[in-house]
């Protein structure tokens, strides 16, 4: 399997800052990479180069295994993108608006029905976009930047604004393009949750700085789980565990289970109500992805 | 690729006013001196032997003043197109070259004003038949009073492109719109290097079809460093 992107030690400066600081993204064919970080990282940075929209201060970029700076517009031809806001010609209607960018694809006529259909705006092709709600000139964008048949999709905070029947909705139509129309799929969000119910893999980046790259697997997997008890005397229990060398921990009043093997969790519960002790409950604590991101990205500011 | 993308521009130009004030530029010109002959057409048509050549100085009077009226207007409502919604990271996203894009919108103002200039032929031609000045029609200078002027204007067309096109903040393309409107109201009185002056034909150094030759040579020139320009700037 090849990469569809990828960049090598990509810098952009403004002035003294470096607003992207050495990116080498790896995408791979047919996944959905969920781009990550807070405001102001340097994602939309990094997607406008990607698009050739900016040029880079050093550092190189492959798409296609082609040299973006050599080959944009061959590169450009395989590429939709919606960056940011939706960008669109409020005056004209949607189906005008997609026969603009027809015209300079050169697709035929029957692809704007096609895309129409796709993100549902069939009913409202002849109506002018500025009378459109905000979710469906998300949806105009995504036809545009669909309009052409991409091999790969960019999109900068596709759901931005959108209320969550929009968000659910465009999660779902994102989800279906790798496998329906075989296409690699780069989504930038600030919003963890997001990138967590669509992506495959995963990118974070803080202060311009690529701080995790890899699967959504592994990830996940920094998400280290405890067992959490609560119980009659928290801090004998936890030392009666201690002593039959199960590692437990007192804290906050509960006793938590570093090992939450179902095996594991359930011997140590039968010790407890052998010796005496109340257990009221028992639930598993899990780390959730916005504290390992959170964690990850003070870590890097500190 | 440039039929296309000029293709699409003329169609995102729709409902914009462009092709309106195409129409109303020339006839507004016109209608200058259908308010002027219309109060004192015996006493314009004493002035002169050659009732026509004294005709067409007249409706040259406001010529240049509106073409660069429609300059200034033109320019910055192309801007706003794109500026409207930030389209230009679309556009720019586009499979074709920067320059290519930069082309197509000077090619589209430049064909609308050659439209205005077509219709100011016209119109001038239509309101002389009318005034009934005499058979002998200069076509010849008919021609000349209505696309000199307009090849002449050509450098000002670049420069206010370029200056709406890599505008953010608009406020820029208006102020110096208005500075060359002003400046070509008040040419008589400038110095004859200055562009917004061209189009009035009037020069003390050089003959109009000189000023024509002008016109193309620096149009070209503020062009092409307008386009470098355009194409060096990041899209944000």
């Known amino acids: 399997m090849g990469y569809v992107i990828q960049t090598n030690h990509l810098v952009k400066q403004f002035g003294q800052e470096k607003a992207v600081d050495n990116i080498s993204l790896a995408i791979p064919e047919g996944e959905v990479y969920g781009f990550l970080g807070p405001n102001g990282a340097g994602k939309t940075t990094t997607i406008r180069m990607l698009l050739g929209l900016m040029t880079s201060t050093s550092g190189s970029i492959h798409i296609f295994n082609q040299d973006l700076n050599k080959e944009r517009i061959d590169i450009l031809k395989h590429v939709g993108s919606l960056v940011e806001n939706p960008s669109y010609y409020p005056h004209l209607t949607a189906e005008e608006n997609l026969e603009v960018f027809r015209k300079v694809y050169g697709v035929p006529k029957s692809r704007i029905r096609e895309v129409l259909g796709v993100v549902r705006l069939s009913d409202v092709a002849g109506k002018k976009v500025k009378a459109f709600s905000l979710g469906m000139k998300q949806r105009l964008g995504i036809a545009i930047a669909l309009l052409h048949q991409p091999k790969l999709l960019i999109l900068d905070e596709p759901t931005n604004g959108l209320d969550p029947s929009g968000i659910i909705e465009i999660r779902h139509l994102i989800k279906r393009l790798p496998d329906e129309f075989g296409m690699t799929v780069l989504i930038s969000s600030h919003l963890l949750s997001e990138i967590d119910q669509i992506a495959t893999s995963v990118g974070i980046i803080s202060e311009g700085k690529m701080i995790f790259q890899d699967s959504i697997e592994n990830l996940r997997e920094h998400a280290q789980q405890n067992v959490v008890l609560r119980v009659s005397d928290s801090i004998a229990a936890s030392q009666a565990l201690l002593v039959r060398g199960v590692d437990a921990k007192n804290q906050d009043g509960r006793v938590y289970l570093h090992e939450n093997s179902d095996d594991h969790v359930s011997q140590a519960i039968r010790m407890l109500v052998q010796d005496g002790y109340a257990v009221y409950r028992a639930e598993e604590e899990k780390r959730s992805l916005e504290d390992i991101f959170l964690a990850m990205t003070k870590g890097h500011a500190s | ?236």
Do not use: C
Not at chain 2, 84 to 99: D, F, G, H, Y
Not at chain 2, 120 to 125: P, R, Y
Not at chain 2, 207 to 220: Q, S
């Open chain 2, 1 to 236: 690729m440039i039929g296309q993308l000029l293709r699409s521009d003329f169609l995102k130009i729709r409902r914009k006013g462009f092709w309106l004030l195409t129409v109303i530029g020339p006839l507004g010109v016109v209608f200058m001196q259908t308010v002027n002959y219309g109060v004192r057409k015996d006493y314009l048509l004493k002035q002169s032997d050659d009732n026509w050549s004294y005709y067409l100085s007249n409706v040259n009077m406001f010529t240049p003043l509106a073409l660069v009226l429609g300059i200034v207007i033109l320019t910055s409502l192309m801007a706003s197109v794109e500026n409207e919604t930030n389209a230009w990271k679309q556009l720019i996203a586009l499979p074709v070259s920067k320059m290519t894009v930069y082309l197509s919108k000077f090619t589209v103002l430049a064909a609308l004003l050659l439209v205005a200039s077509l219709l100011l032929m016209l119109f001038t031609l239509g309101y002389g038949y009318y005034l009934d000045l005499g058979t002998d029609i200069p076509y010849i200078d008919v021609v000349k009073f209505s696309f000199y002027p307009y090849i002449a204007a050509l450098p000002v067309l670049a420069i206010h492109l370029w200056i709406a096109l890599v505008s953010k903040n608009q406020g820029v393309p208006v102020t110096t719109g208005v500075i060359g409107v002003i400046l070509t109201y008040m040419s008589y009185n400038l110095p004859d290097w200055l562009i917004w002056k061209w189009p009035a034909l009037m020069n003390g150094w050089v003959e109009p079809l000189t000023i024509v030759w002008l016109g193309i040579g620096f149009g070209v020139l503020l062009y092409l460093a307008g386009m470098l320009d355009f194409v060096r700037r990041d899209v944000t």
